[in-house]
């Protein structure tokens, strides 16, 4: 199998754009822009001095980005390692192969180049300005799979590409946590763990699933037709002032997520929720966890992906929610958080210590024409998985959760009370709260209200210091 190679990372910036669309009007010329927008080349410039400057293009960004040319890893082989929805912990020494399974298996989506022009504009990438709407995505294609396919869902090829390169490094701090089974067994394997060697063995696809894997790909192609494609998502961010070209924020792309599956058939039994003022109504995910209706059969409703934006701290990120966050990624129920660091955009999937691992779509590829039966599924799925230190993420995210019905809803507001009501918790405020009641009820007075909310100081707070508007590059 091929892997996708760092030689076809392609970066830039509206702001880089610009400069170059001025020295071109200076000098009467107009260029064929690095980034992948379309325009005619310069006259008398030969492609030799074109691939010159794409290459030394490309290593510049390699260098400013991090990739390199092997694009490792390092990782602590004595501290466990975990991914979403597990309780299960990887340890390195004994765990890389279930790991890398595991990671490889998440859908990455990333810059592309080429792709049929944004509606009302000539762009044709997202280079320098899409990352968090493609960190969004990741988060929704988590949630899409865990939907339809289930958390033990491992892509039967995502050994077939080069092993991922773990250099061990000495621990941030040493790991005291326990490696714990997995909390449920695999409907996919008839209660077989999915790390059984037995499953981590290649077996051959599934039709049913393959096809859905597939599906779901299809569903993020860069093409105005498909439902939650960067096309789709610019359209609907502009009922919210954003539009091609602008950068978003966690806030604004969950919105934008809820649009997207609000307005499309492809998946009917699911829909999206968007905390408000940093607090999840109960009656309100559970009308929608009813589809709609409180009356109806509660074994048969739709399926909810909770979205909660948040701010954790004012200009950088406040230390005392580590631990909150920790716990947050070991629910089996959470999909991820939407984020990253100071004007660079990353989807969270797990932690190791006090690092965040994490997908960055800061990789330019090219368009890949998802309307044929065969195409190459190797750009989707990354195989080299990174980390940050938690302390350097943005405050500003959205932390997602999935229930698929009200017993899940049950068991996950239980386990955010326990998180966010633990007595050791470092916070003096509690990052978002849990309300009975719905939104409504609060709005129109207080004498409507089922239940007092936690914090309504900190969340009126959390709402005026929750920006969308820092850079992402």
């Known amino acids: 199998m091929n892997s996708v190679s760092p030689a076809a990372v392609q970066y830039g910036s509206p702001e880089g754009t610009r400069r170059a669309e001025s020295r071109d009007a200076v000098t009467g010329r107009h260029t064929q822009s690095q980034m992948g927008y379309q325009g005619g080349a310069r006259e008398g410039e030969t492609d030799e001095v074109e691939k010159i400057k794409s290459k030394l293009l490309t290593a510049w960004n390699n260098v400013k980005y991090g990739w390199t040319v092997k694009m490792k890893t390092s990782f602590s082989p004595s501290s466990p390692l975990l991914l979403l929805g597990d309780r299960y912990l990887f340890k390195l020494e004994d765990d890389v192969e279930r790991f890398q399974k595991d990671f490889v298996s998440r859908v990455w989506l990333t810059y592309r180049r080429d792709f049929p022009a944004l509606e009302g504009t000539t762009l044709t990438t997202d280079c320098g300005w899409g990352c968090m709407i493609r960190s969004a995505q990741m988060l929704l294609a988590h949630g899409l799979l865990v939907h339809l396919l289930s958390r033990a869902w491992l892509w039967p090829d995502a050994l077939l590409a080069h092993v991922v390169d773990m250099e061990p490094v000495r621990s941030s701090s040493p790991s005291r946590a326990p490696i714990l089974p997995p909390p449920f067994p695999s409907p996919l394997d008839r209660g077989r763990s999915p790390w059984d060697p037995q499953t981590l063995r290649r077996r051959p696809p599934d039709p049913l699933q393959e096809k859905a894997h597939r599906d779901i790909l299809r569903w993020?192609?860069?093409?105005?037709?498909?439902?939650?494609?960067?096309?789709?998502?610019?359209?609907?961010?502009?009922?919210?002032?954003?539009?091609?070209?602008?950068?978003?924020?966690?806030?604004?792309?969950?919105?934008?997520?809820?649009?997207?599956l609000e307005r499309t058939s492809q998946v009917p039994d699911l829909s999206v929720y968007v905390s408000q003022d940093c607090t999840v109504y109960r009656t309100d995910v559970e009308q929608l966890l009813d589809g709609g209706d409180s009356a109806s059969d509660t074994s048969r409703g739709r399926a909810v992906i909770i979205l909660v934006p948040v701010r954790l701290g004012g200009e950088s990120f406040n230390p005392v929610y580590t631990m909150c966050i920790k716990e947050f990624l070991r629910l089996p129920s959470c999909l991820g958080i939407i984020g990253g660091k100071p004007k660079h955009s990353l989807y969270f999937v797990g932690y190791q210590d006090n690092y965040l691992l994490y997908l960055d779509p800061h990789y330019c590829q090219p368009y890949i024409?998802?309307?044929?039966?065969?195409?190459?599924?190797?750009?989707?799925?990354?195989?080299?998985?990174?980390?940050?230190?938690?302390?350097?993420?943005?405050?500003?995210?959205?932390?997602?959760?999935?229930?698929?019905?009200?017993?899940?809803?049950?068991?996950?507001?239980?386990?955010?009370?326990?998180?966010?009501?633990?007595?050791?918790?470092?916070?003096?405020?509690?990052?978002?709260?849990?309300?009975?009641?719905?939104?409504?009820?609060?709005?129109?007075?207080?004498?409507?209200?089922?239940?007092?909310?936690?914090?309504?100081?900190?969340?009126?707070?959390?709402?005026?210091?929750?920006?969308?508007?820092?850079?992402?590059?």
Request: hydrophobic share 35%; with cysteine; proline share 8%.
């Open 220 to 260: 993020f192609s860069d093409h105005p037709g498909a439902p939650f494609g960067l096309h789709r998502m610019v359209a609907l961010g502009g009922s919210l002032g954003k539009k091609a070209g602008d950068w978003y924020g966690p806030s604004i792309v969950a919105h934008i997520i809820r649009k997207a």
């Open 369 to 473: 024409d998802t309307s044929k039966d065969d195409f190459p599924l190797e750009s989707f799925h990354c195989n080299s998985p990174r980390k940050i230190s938690i302390t350097r993420m943005d405050p500003s995210c959205t932390i997602a959760f999935y229930s698929r019905n009200r017993t899940d809803f049950a068991t996950l507001c239980a386990d955010l009370s326990r998180v966010l009501g633990s007595p050791t918790a470092e916070e003096k405020y509690p990052i978002f709260s849990i309300a009975d009641g719905q939104a409504q009820e609060y709005e129109e007075g207080s004498h409507r209200c089922s239940h007092t909310p936690a914090r309504p100081p900190r969340a009126r707070l959390a709402k005026k210091l929750s920006s969308d508007e820092f850079v992402f590059l």
